[in-house]
């Protein structure tokens, strides 16, 4: 008796041992299935946009026998990408810096200040995270048009700016409301005014919800599509995904140019991924979960 | 919050810039949108007030309901698609594991690709004759199970689906993960105590406590399929014969191909009716926690 139980107790650390190394090992394969179908579709793009149309053809799976460069000076020349790239960045940048300082002041008086209107204030500018953009593009685009700011180099950044206002005052009113009572308080002693407090207290401190919410635009505005469909025809205005579909629409069997051109636009959002990606996780999740 | 010296001046002149853009480019257009929507116009000419012509209109176009099913379609593939995926790969994720953040980066990768390139590179993939998947079931003896995947009325609805589920698993992973890290480890640790095995704790403790997650996972899943645009824009454009059109594609060709600027605007209402209804299940089911 004592012995069948002793060798059960031997046995079992052995067999849990066991088990939990093929589960161990289920867990990684599937995993990876998981990460393979994640990443492979971009991987596939990219290894493909370095070999030639024929070998393209012949072989879709292996390297590329010599790494061929033409297809990037095609899709560079045919879709003007210095333009694309040019006009992007200007966009992002200048809607980005305007929605968050914009919307840092209106959340530095919504969050540290008591007045009448404060709630309600608040409120309608929350409203607009209710707002589906394209039950706007039809309006949008006759006011643009009247406004007489129909394909210009800062049509876009309005609407941005508009449409991105709600997340960024939502993320960084409830910072700052975190911020002790008393923060204001000495820097009036010191003789501070109240545009100096913004500028030299509330604002350094809201570093991490800055970081948040510039991340949060800059992704935003250098992915947006719908807008600049609709509001950006001149081909000199085009932002990257508005050039990357129609130069694809355009070449639709140089498939070589199209994966040279779309491995072009991967990289600033990527590498800027790759840097950024805990800030970009956390402002992602912050920005669903209450956007 | 206090008031620091009641400086009325500073506060209206801190908020009105956010205000002005907000108003202007965000809630304007919205409005607007109602007063086109009774009017009859083709965005130059003068108007007509047409009354609730549009609308009428509207509803008995067979293509509208044929948009709205499609739209139906697009929101069940993304809830049944991303949020189980998300939460199975979340649950084998939450352990230590080595390599654990490489899988996460992986996974979260898609989410801040752009649209149209994600667009864009699944049309390579399920290209009809040079395309992954077909490269793929040609290679492995499958040639007779080669497609024209987009170009299928049966199928370019799935095909779609498969790629805006693709884009956004990621996203709802991250969530989960957080709010699995969320879970104090003395739960966890009494559960193994009274000898609980995985399963069970995973089914009976950890999916409980997560469960809100989940459903606001549900909920914002539903909202961002409701909003698909650019994706199905780019790559099928609603075609072949109208099998992936979606409610905003629909109001997008009927008002800028067609020139109904008032009916698309009519159609616009309904999308953000459509939204109004959701938030308010949402207000309803969660409280005020989510906005």
Known sequence: METVVQSELKKTPQKTKKKRSVKRLLIYAVLTIFAVVNAYPILWMVINSFKSEKEFQVDQFGWPDTFVL???????NTANFGVLFKNSIFVCLAATISTVLIGAIASYFLSRFTFKMNKVVYTFFIFGMLIPIHATLVPMFILIRNLGLLNTPIT???????????????????????????????AVMD??????????????????????????????NWNEFSFALVLINDPALQTLPLGLASFAGQFTTNYGAQMAGLTMSLIPIVAFYLLLEKEIVKGMTAGAVKG | MHAVGKRRGAIILGLLPALIIYVIFAILPILQSFYYSVMEWDGFSEMTYVGLANFKEIFQDPLFW??????????????FGQVPIALFIALLLNRKLKGLKIFRTIGFLPVVLSTVVISLTWSLIYNSEDGLINGVLRTVGLEGWAQNWLGDTNLAMISVCITVIWQFVGLYLIIFLAALQNIPEEVLEAAKIDGASEWTTTRKIIVPMIWDTVIVAVILCIAGSLKTFDLIYVMTNGGPSHSTEVMALYMFNETFSQLQYGYGSAVSVLIFFFSLILIYLVNKIFGKKMI
């Open chain 2, 66 to 79: 044929n948009s709205v099913k499609n739209n139906i379609f697009v929101v069940l593939a993304s809830v």
């Open chain 1, 70 to 76: 033409d297809n990037y000076v095609n899709a560079w």
């Open chain 1, 156 to 186: 876009l950044i309005f609407p941005y700016i508009a449409f991105h206002l709600p997340i960024t005052i939502f993320i960084l009113t409830s910072f700052m409301k975190a911020f002790p009572k008393d923060i204001e308080e000495s």
């Open chain 1, 191 to 220: 003789g501070c005014g109240i545009f100096r407090i913004f500028w030299s207290i509330i604002l350094p401190m809201s570093r991490p919800a800055l970081a948040t919410v510039i991340i949060l635009n800059f992704i935003y």
